[in-house]
């Protein structure tokens, strides 16, 4: 049972900053393909988190003075 409410808030939380934080860059083709608004919005939040953690890695390596790696 805590586990279902688990996804049920994390997946809120998701859709919630899908919709509320625009990617810097034009739509991918996955979001494009996305249907209903509720999964394009969940997707679009996971792509968001996605972003900002590598943005924040990228920050740690230059911190560090390590090479950036690129990520596929």
Do not use: C, K, N, W
Not at 6 to 26: H, I, N, S
Not at 53 to 66: T, V
């Amino acid at each position: 049972m805590s586990t279902i409410l688990l996804l049920l808030v994390v997946g809120a939380l998701l859709t919630g900053l899908g919709r509320a934080v625009r990617l810097p860059y034009p739509e991918p083709a996955v979001l494009a393909d996305t249907e209903p608004r509720l999964a394009r919005d969940l997707v679009a939040g996971l792509l968001v988190l996605r972003e900002v953690s590598l943005a924040h890695g990228a920050r740690l390596d230059a911190f560090a003075g390590r090479p950036r790696q690129p990520h596929a």
